[in-house]
Antibody, heavy 127, light 110 residues
């Protein structure tokens, strides 16, 4: 059974860096057909794609967040991670990690969808 | 402000049918596949439809998807109280060079 679990600090101070890790279990993170992604949802608002990473380490980011985002992968520990720098209160959100079917390494993928999601973790930016 | 426009809310009685629209443009829906997600209160989104109209294993055939031009539609028949949730469409936007989601539609089953 594929499972994704987010972990990391729930409270981050303004101007600091938010760091989260997603641990994948039940399937190999090394798969030619999938990217692994981060999506966030501010309280009471909609979904926003942050970025995606291939097992090889190739990354693609939301252009609106690109200057502040780094996504990395650790295949030996079945994990991928998110770092978001210089956070403000506007970055307070539930952060989800998800598996993104892409059919291969091509980008943008000709077709894609997020088929498995973690439960999400609320990260609050506050002093 | 999402580039994909969804109605904020829809409602219908149990047993009835409802449709949820997702309006986009030539840079997104018209030239890319659309997926739909259901988010029950307090839970993570769940994939309902991918590649415009395909249901993943385990999704009942009460849920259907379609696409025409720059818009996509999610249909739900035989509404149940357990269908009360937020529904999101998603696709690729070539102008923004990124994955985009609609603003979400809250379904109320009266």
């Amino acid at each position: 059974q594929l499972q994704l679990q987010e972990s990391g600090p729930r409270l981050v101070k303004p101007s600091e860096t938010l760091s989260l890790t997603c641990t994948v279990s039940g399937v190999s993170i090394i798969s030619s057909s999938y990217y692994w992604g981060w999506i966030r949802q501010p309280p009471g608002k909609g979904l926003e794609w942050i970025g995606s990473i291939y097992y090889s380490g190739t990354t693609y980011y939301n252009p609106s967040l690109k200057s502040r985002v780094t996504i990395s992968v650790d295949t030996s520990n079945h994990q991928f991670s998110l770092q978001l720098s210089s956070v403000t209160a506007a970055d307070t959100a539930v952060f989800y990690c998800a598996r993104m079917y892409s059919g291969g390494w091509f980008w943008p993928p000709p077709n894609f969808y997020f088929d498995y999601w973690g439960q999400g973790t609320l990260v609050t930016v506050s002093s | 402000q999402s580039v994909l426009t969804q109605p904020p809310s829809v409602s219908a009685a149990p047993g009835q049918k409802v449709t949820i629209s997702c309006f986009g443009s030539s840079s997104n829906i018209a030239n890319n596949y659309v997926s739909w997600y259901q988010q029950l209160p307090g839970t993570a989104p769940k994939l309902l439809i991918f590649d415009n109209n395909i249901r993943p294993s385990g999704i009942p055939d009460r849920f259907s998807g379609s696409k025409s031009g720059t818009s996509a539609t999610l249909g739900i028949t035989g509404l149940q109280t357990g269908d009360e949730a937020d529904y999101y469409c998603g696709t690729w936007d070539s102008s923004l060079s990124g994955v985009v989601f609609g603003g979400g539609t809250r379904l109320t089953v009266l």
